[in-house]
Nanobody, 118 residues
């Protein structure tokens, strides 16, 4: 059974930091691109960042320089370090795993709420 379990969300003040974790099981972590998406109030889900099995990263322009995505192959876990948080970062953050070997093999976590008050 595949599971992606996010943790680390919560309330942070503007300028503060949070670290999200995505613990996976049931997948071959090393062949998955790990991504973080978010969905703000009244908005569509959007890609925040992803990290490839080789460690390559990509960020949305809105978070570049503030957020850092990483992965720990030994723990089958992906992380999103979020610094200098802004009210517009308020959203439910979802972890995503996409296999590079099996087409359309994509899994999602349940989401974790991040709130940054204005």
């Amino acid at each position: 059974q595949v599971q992606l379990v996010e943790s680390g969300g919560g309330l942070a003040q503007p300028g503060g930091s949070l670290r999200l974790s995505c613990a996976t099981s049931g997948i071959i972590f090393s062949i998955n691109v790990m991504g973080w998406y978010r969905q703000g109030p009244g908005k569509q889900r959007e890609l925040v960042a992803f990290v490839t099995p080789g460690g390559g990263t990509n960020y949305d322009a809105a978070v570049k320089g503030r957020f850092t995505i990483s992965r720990d192959e030994a723990k089958d876990t992906a992380y999103l370090q979020m610094n200098n948080l802004k009210p517009e970062d308020t959203a439910v953050y979802y972890c995503n795993a996409r296999s590079v070997r099996v087409i359309d093999e994509i899994y999602w976590g349940q989401g974790t709420q991040v709130t940054v008050p204005s």
